[in-house]
């Protein structure tokens, strides 16, 4: 069975990754998973930069075929902010994303917002001396910002996020999320390329343990 390595170690995002890539004939592992500790800044101005960013740089450290992502929440009212800077929009303010955004948007009317998704696929060279080849899948939901956070599933931003029925993320089932979300569309838009890539037998190398 080939092996795809998803380059995250957060908690949340696998679980998410596990469900949406069931479907692919593949051993998923983590950068844990393999014992590479590879600290990847994310510095870029857009989502898929720092996803190829985290792609190619697993893929050069463990030689495997490797799924990057970086996603956010966008909201109209701070002109479609936080964005690529989602996951440290609360730094030093002593409280959660999420609850920062509810703090901010008080009083607030127009509570657009949408979550967005890149994934970069990250392949080895061939001849082993080249940069790894990456490919680019976007998803993308539109929504609104709840008044208050709502339901004990998903994480992050996902329990203040109204989707289009109302609900937030945090109170769906996890099918009907993984079938809207931003991530499930950035999934689906990638499977067909996963599968060919993994059918072709790319695999993560053969380690002392597997011999």
């Not at 989502?47 to 697993?58: G, H, P, S």
């Not at 929009?89 to 009317?109: N, S």
């Not at 080249?130 to 956070?149: D, L, N, Q, S, T």
């Amino acid at each position: 069975m080939s092996r795809l390595l998803v380059a995250t170690n957060n908690p949340g995002k696998l679980a998410e990754f596990r469900r949406l890539l069931a479907p692919l004939d593949a051993e998923l592992v983590t950068p844990r998973d393999v014992g590479l500790e590879v600290e990847v800044p994310e510095p870029h101005a857009t989502y898929a930069e720092n996803a190829a960013a985290k792609a190619v740089a697993l893929c050069e450290a463990s030689g495997a075929v490797t799924l990057g992502d970086d996603s956010g929440i966008e909201v109209a009212a701070l002109g479609w902010a936080p964005g690529v800077l989602s996951a440290r929009f609360a730094a030093g303010e002593g409280l959660r994303g999420a609850d920062l955004l509810l703090d901010r948007l008080a009083g607030v009317t127009d509570r657009r917002a949408r979550m967005v998704c890149w994934l970069a696929l990250a392949m080895p060279d061939p001849s082993g001396h080249g940069r790894p080849g990456v490919e680019m899948f976007e998803g993308a939901v539109e929504g609104r910002i709840a008044r208050h956070r709502r339901g004990g599933g998903g994480f992050g931003y996902d329990p203040i996020f109204e989707l289009a029925d109302g609900r937030t993320a945090a109170e769906v089932p996890d099918p009907t999320k993984d079938a809207q979300s931003h991530r499930g569309r950035a999934v689906a838009a990638a499977l067909p390329r996963l599968r060919e890539v993994l059918s072709a037998g790319a695999r993560m190398p053969t380690t002392s343990e597997d011999a």
